[in-house]
């Protein structure tokens, strides 16, 4: 990751019930823009930070993203028009399970741009009569905590579109 000053850095956080953290970089202290980083946080204090995992740097100043909206590009009327207008953006999603006898917990939170915090549970539990499998409760606890999230998603889509347009959404998810 390299990083200038003034650069957005946003990180996941460390255990699945804390909030995402995001802050200004004020000094680069690697070679070439590297870490590590000294960052001031939203919650004013300083660290300084190597970043890992479900770090994501945004170049620009702190509330750069929140300027007002760019004009909107013309409507692209061919393919070749179209791929000029693709954007590429990265979400995480970090995953916790606990076992405990024969529950299975999964926490899953999604960590993306803006630093909003979107988290679902799920779990399950095996049966006396079922043979012993870590894995089988995982992908089962995971599975329902994924749909959780993907159902809050939607209702974030839906509450996005009812704002813009004023009108009742229901999005489909097939």
Known sequence: MRAHVGDRIVLAAEHVDEPTRD???????????GPPFLVRWADGRTGLIYPGPGSVLHVGAPGDEKAAPPEPAPAPTSPEDRSQTLHLREWQVRVSLLE???????????V????DRLSAKG???RSSDDLASRRI???I?????????ADQLVGEAERDIEERTGEEAHVRVT
């Open 123 to 125: 779990s399950s539990h």
């Open 23 to 33: 802050g200004e970089v004020l000094e680069v202290r690697g070679a070439d823009g």
């Open 141 to 149: 606890a995971v599975a329902r905590a994924l749909r959780h999230l």
């Open 137 to 139: 409760g995982d992908e």
């Open 100 to 110: 405990s006898g024969d529950d299975t917990s999964a926490t899953v939170v999604l």
């Open 112 to 115: 993306a741009d803006p630093p």
